[in-house]
């Protein structure tokens, strides 16, 4: 009895093993959140993009992303609470084109000297809804490529796995109607008037 149980031990320890060799392991990413959402037009809303080097140590990051200009405008990219990395070596915004970009080191200096594996968030994207529809935020990312979104080890070798990364897809609603101070939806009461001697007065 003893030795049947230790057997069936073993194969669940086997095939605990399997399963955990075969699992799909994320490679080092960015990524938006969050990833989805519904927005009414008009509005603005906040996406942090944040970073996941996985095992790997990282001495810069560049997160490249496109936007549906017909339907959002970035208002700002601001630093969050708590940076993965503290210096930023750029925030650039193109609202026309639908593009912006940003770059990121621990070091804040030129050599790049210093690298660290990092996880958690880089930026906070504050975006204003303009039309109504679906509206699509992507990194640009192509391996081999060092011109696009990047993870760069402390070799200056991008690691990114662009399929790792998580994109986002934001929905924009009409505005619910009802009727506002500045924006009324009926037209006031008119008051009758009587002139008498040419001076007019109300009832």
Same mark, same amino acid.
Request: charged letters at 15%; a negative charge; hydrophobic letters at 40%.
């Given at each position: ?48 993009? &944040? ?81 109504? &529809? ?33 994109? &986002? ?8 109607? &009802? ?25």
């Amino acid at each position: 009895m003893r030795k049947f149980c230790l057997i069936l031990v073993l194969v669940f320890l086997f095939e605990v093993g399997t399963a955990a060799s075969n699992a799909v392991v994320a490679g080092p990413m960015l990524k938006l959140t969050p990833s989805s959402g519904s927005h009414n037009n008009g509005s603005t809303f906040e996406v942090t993009v &944040g970073v996941d080097s996985g095992t790997a140590k990282s001495m810069a990051v560049d997160a490249f992303l496109t936007f549906d200009a017909s339907k959002l405008e970035v208002v700002s990219i601001e630093n969050p609470a708590s940076p993965a990395f503290v210096f930023t070596m750029g925030k650039n915004i193109y609202n026309s084109d639908g593009k912006m970009d940003m770059s990121f080191n621990p070091s804040g200096d030129s050599t790049l000297s210093e690298s660290t594996v990092i996880k958690g968030d880089l930026a906070v994207i504050k975006f204003k809804a303009k039309n109504t &529809g679906t509206a699509r935020v992507d990194f640009t990312c192509q391996a081999g490529s060092t011109i696009d979104t990047n993870i760069f080890d402390n070799q200056g070798i991008d690691v990114i796995d662009c399929a790792s990364n998580l994109n &986002g897809s934001y929905t924009i609603t009409a505005a619910s109607g &009802g009727t506002t101070a500045d924006d009324p939806t009926t037209a006031p009461t008119a008051v009758p008037t009587t002139v008498v001697n040419n001076v007019t007065a109300a009832p």
